[in-house]
């Protein structure tokens, strides 16, 4: 993940000031694996003993890239082709024995797994490895092409509105997208493909979406700030209902994991295994998928007892889970309950309580227990 650039100037500024994203120049020779890339089976309890690779984002174009630079650009973006080598490279270092390769990604990383995870699926086959399942993860990199909040001139990569910055991306990139996907749009009209709801019908192999229902980087684009000032009504009804908007979107996702929480990125934290939705944790419904998939190719049974692969909070405001990560506040860097949190935002306990006909201690204390 890392977001990304669509123009000359916004990469300029980039590469200025966070090149780790725009180059390998800089980076360590090594790094520890954290959450799902951990090998201590207390933190990745079930895939620690993987064979894990991991791809650093350096291509700025949320992995759909195919340019290389030329007199026009000063750039090359080859998301889409660094995904193609790096698969090239592994079949001779022991993927081709493989039974699973699971592609995953956060945020940037999350929208690369739905558009490459056919492609790398396609690719094996084309090199004869027609016995490796692809499956994808994708981590909260299920944006929506939704209204903002408030309309802003589409002026850098955090203010411009999503449509329009991955309308010009593709064009600045020269971004790939499936085929199947791209056949249900019309010409100049691709960008919908990196909206996980609308490609998602279109995609062949299995993935498990994992979306925090109030994600901040959807937050941050539809300029919903949530620094310092309590937030307005206006802005508490939006947040509600974008909510609401992301768990419509996945109700036919068959795997997904949504818990109510004001957050960004989960897969590769180390307390990925503490959040729960309905009981289940995030390592516990990846080892349930995983199972029915296995189950399902043999012989199509229904989905496991008690072993649920579609988890989403049914509750309806941020942290309203009492598993979500603790919140700090951005300027003082203070942890905060989730009644500080929401008396930071600007929410009324006495006017709320009103509304769902209870008494307000009541409310407060259905609040920190999460129910």
Sequence with gaps: GGWYCFNRENCDTRYETMRRLMSSREWPATRVGTGILSSQPEENPHWWNANMVFIPYCSSDVWSGASSKSEK????????????????????????????????????????????????????????????????????????????????????????????????????????????????????????????????????????????????????????????????????????????????????????????????????????????????????ALHCWDRSLHESNKNGKAPLKGCPIHLIDSCPWPHCNPSCPTIRDQFTGQEMNVIQFLMHMGFDVQKMAQQQGLEPSKLLGMLSSGN
């Design 73 to 284: 650009s000063e750039y090359a973006f080859m998301g889409a082709l660094i995904i193609q080598e790096v698969i090239k490279e592994l079949v001779g270092k022991g993927l081709s024995t493989a039974k699973v390769l699971l592609l995953a990604g956060s945020s940037a990383g999350g929208t690369g797994v739905l558009l490459n995870v056919d492609r790398v699926a396609e690719q094996l086959e084309e090199m004869g490895y027609q016995g490796i399942q692809v499956r994808g993860l994708a981590d909260s990199g299920w944006f929506l092409d939704n209204k903002q909040y408030r309309r802003t001139d589409c002026i850098d990569t955090i203010t411009c509105a999503p449509t329009e910055a991955i309308r010009r991306g593709i064009r600045y990139w020269n971004g790939i997208v499936p085929e199947r996907c791209k056949l249900q749009f019309k010409e100049g009209e691709e960008w919908n493909c990196f909206f996980g709801y609308k490609i998602y019908p279109t995609l062949r192999c299995p993935v498990f979406v994992v979306q925090w229902l109030f994600d901040e980087a959807q937050l941050t684009v539809d300029n919903v700030h949530l620094t310092g000032q309590p937030v307005q009504e206006g802005q508490w009804l939006y947040i509600q209902n974008l909510g609401r908007e992301l768990r419509n979107t996945l109700k036919d996702v068959t795997a997904s994991f949504a818990p109510a929480c004001l957050s960004h990125e989960i897969i590769t934290r180390n307390h990925w295994t503490d959040i729960q939705v309905k009981g289940t944790s995030l390592p516990r």
